[in-house]
């Protein structure tokens, strides 16, 4: 059932952060969404791949990356006395989004993607993030409700 609990949150967090940057990125014309920001990473990484083969990549590391996140976040709170609640979700989210900015950051110069202003990312990868935090919360207090 842990299993079951943890791929949901994965899945759900993902979703609702994925949303979000659509959102965002349609509302203020800029590119936040992290799927666009990938496949041009990507594109720019894998130069004789296909937009096909790109897509399908970016959106298996969008979700590992967002299983990942939800393993470590179950990991501190069945190893320490930290609990998922609002307060921990809110802490987590700006945690995580910090470190997306760090990754983001290394993949943007890795790939020579220049021409993109990633200091406008900051703020709603940051937002996104705390999103994430907070729908893995939601699914485990869900879950909760039937222990």
């Known amino acids: 059932m842990e ?3 943890i791929c949901l949150a994965a899945l759900a967090g993902t979703y609702v952060m994925t ?3 659509g959102y965002v990125s349609n509302r203020f014309q800029h590119i936040f969404k992290e799927p666009v920001v990938l496949s041009l990473v990507l594109s720019k990484l894998a130069h004789n791949k296909s937009l096909n083969h ?5 959106q298996g590391v969008r979700y590992l990356a967002g299983l990942f996140v939800v ?3 179950h990991y501190i709170w069945t190893h320490t ?6 307060f921990c979700g809110l802490i987590f989210g700006i945690i995580t989004g910090l470190g997306a900015i760090f990754y983001w950051f290394f993949l943007f110069r890795v790939s020579s993607v220049s021409k993109a202003r990633f200091q406008d990312y900051y703020l ?24």
């Open 3 to 5: 299993l079951v609990k």
């Open 19 to 21: 949303v979000f940057s």
């Open 54 to 58: 790109i897509s399908t990549w970016e």
């Open 71 to 73: 393993l470590c976040y």
């Open 81 to 86: 006395d930290i609990d998922p609640t609002w």
């Open 124 to 147: 709603p990868l940051v937002a996104a993030y705390i999103l994430f935090a907070m729908t893995v919360i939601v699914v485990y207090r869900i879950f909760a409700l039937f222990e």
